[in-house]
């Protein structure tokens, strides 16, 4: 008996599906109003992060530790935004429901990716307010320029190489039951529940994604921000502390739109029954709404930023006078 079932599940045909069919938003009402709204999405989200990376580029004063995480959250928003936003606009209002095996694997890396280099970065900012704040006087010997570099490099490599096991160990799934996929990109969850063998160490896999991604950061960002209020409560002179606490209110609101949505999304997904159109809105606004906001945030909350684009815009009007002048005489 034992040796028969053994031979059947050595027989056992491994399936691996040429393409996969994205089913996300097919039966959204009113739904190319949504699409609409996320190609202007797309547009703020492309202007206001080249924007912002322009202004780093140019201003000297910008030229530090702090505005090179800055300058990387920006790229890390816009490399997510256009890893995600286009296929869905490709996929739904074109109607190109298929994806090959592979670009759906590659997608899936990607938008994982890009979207962990966004959280990594907001916990090196605190990191950069940490340090700051809690030991000013140190500050410039801790966070350099170099490392600084150091660090984003460190992420891109830890992050790259735990998508591409995480992601990898995709292909030992036998994907026999169906090849439609309920959301809308080649999401880990979905794509891992179509296996019809063992998928118990990819769902541990995506509870370990969950907390390096989701719950990890944020609570390092909380004990940081501990720390730098009992620093805050030290300094003697209410104006001091004021300047102190503005410097840190800008990464704050970016925490905040970042990590509340999709804390609030995984809560009530695993408390409450949400219907699945409703599920899949709010989980593609909490990826598509903070790269747009970030540089906004960051351009109207942040003092250094905006004396920047006032320098640049001076500069630039000095210099066009200078060539009129030039060009009449």
Known sequence: MSSTQSNSSANVTFVRPATFFLNGFSNVPYVKYYYAFLSLVYVVTVLGNSFIMYIIYLA??????????????????LCGSSTLIPNIIDTFLFDHHDISYEVCFVNMFFVYHF??????????????????????????????????????????????????????????????????????????????????????????????????????????????????????????????????????????ILVAVFYLPLVANNIAAATIPIHPNSRLINNSLTQIVPPMLNPIIYTLKTEEVMQSIKELYKRSKVNTTQERNMKLN
């Open 60 to 77: 000297r004063r910008l030229h530090t530790a702090k505005y090179i995480a800055v300058f990387h959250l920006a790229l890390s928003d």
């Open 115 to 252: 979207m962990n280099l966004q959280s990594l970065t907001l916990l090196v900012l605190s990191y950069d307010r940490l340090v700051a704040i809690c030991f000013p006087l140190q500050y410039h010997a801790i966070v350099t320029k170099s490392a600084m570099f150091l660090i984003i490099g460190v992420m891109w490599i830890l992050s790259g190489t735990y998508f591409s096991v995480h992601v990898g160990l995709l292909n030992r799934l036998s994907i026999c039951s169906s090849n439609v996929v309920n959301s809308y990109f080649c999401d880990y969850g979905p794509v891992c529940r179509l296996a019809c063998n063992d998928n118990s160490l990819n769902l541990l896999m995506g509870k370990i994604c969950l907390g390096f991604l989701i719950c990890l950061p944020p609570i390092l960002i909380f004990i940081s921000y501990f720390c730098i209020a009992l620093a805050l409560l030290k300094i003697a002179h209410g104006a001091e502390r004021i300047k102190a606490i503005k410097t840190c209110t800008s990464h704050l």
